[in-house]
């Protein structure tokens, strides 16, 4: 079973923006007398705005408007964007570049799938745009993950069977949508939150073409 094709999530995989994410949402449920613990934020992950503020709004079970929210949500997403204004490829995490010269050279195709509608604006900063065969961002797709559309839209874009993809995540939702997708799927993170992963490594630059080889011949065969 050949790989074919590789599709990399963007925050908290390609670059640390699961940050900046985390410390906008935790400002905005300061102010609302939240407390956002790490542990919650796992949650967060991965799934689109609206939904990352409902999940915060249950925590206090307070009820707005869709007005409201949406004002919330946008003052979160000016707060994250302040904070990207400043990155460059230096913020791109170790590992990666190899590891997307290494899958070309290899004839593997290489995409993105993020669930963020700042997804384009993160790429341009890292000056990574044209290094992609396919990406799919926030504002390309209607079910954000955990749901699979965003995984199976972008490999029909490659055109590339999806039991010969292999996704790259760092969020519980991400190998949710994933693995509901028929995909392989490495997790970065903590293997008790990644639990549903075929293998789960601390960081992105653990990961080579032969481990991800290893992983498609493990599952298929
Ligand atoms: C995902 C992040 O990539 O994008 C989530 O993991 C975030 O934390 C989601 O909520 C939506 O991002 P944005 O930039 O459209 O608010
Ligand atoms: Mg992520």
Redesign the pocket.
């Known amino acids: 079973m050949d790989l074919q094709a590789c599709i990399f ?4 995989v390609i670059v640390d ?2 940050m900046y ?2 410390l906008a ?1 935790k400002r905005l449920a300061a102010e609302l007398g939240i407390v956002l613990t790490e542990e919650y934020n796992e949650r ?6 609206f ?2 503020l409902n999940l915060i709004l249950a925590l206090k079970g307070i009820s707005l408007t869709d007005e409201e929210k949406n004002q919330l ?1 946008e003052k ?2 000016k707060w ?1 964007v302040d904070y990207i204004h400043s990155m460059t490829e230096k913020n791109i995490y170790p590992g990666v570049q190899p590891l997307i010269s290494d899958l070309k050279k290899a004839g593997i195709r290489t995409a993105l799938a ?6 384009f604006t993160v790429l341009r900063q890292l000056g990574m745009l044209h290094q992609f065969d396919a990406i799919v ?2 504002n390309m797709i209607i079910n ?2 955990p749901h699979p559309e965003i995984f199976t839209k972008t490999a029909g874009l490659l055109n590339v069977p999806p039991d010969k993809c292999l996704v790259i995540e ?2 519980a939702a ?1 190998v949710e949508a994933a693995k509901a997708a028929g995909m392989s799927c490495v997790g970065i993170g903590d293997s008790a939150i990644l639990h549903q992963a075929d293998l789960v490594v601390s960081h992105v630059s653990e990961i080579s073409l032969e481990k991800l080889r290893s992983i498609k011949l493990t599952d298929k065969t």
């Open positions: 999530d963007l925050d908290g923006t699961a994410h985390y949402w967060l992950k991965g799934v689109s705005r939904d990352s949500a979160k997403n994250f993020s669930s963020s509608k700042n997804a961002d926030g954000t993950k760092d969020a991400g």
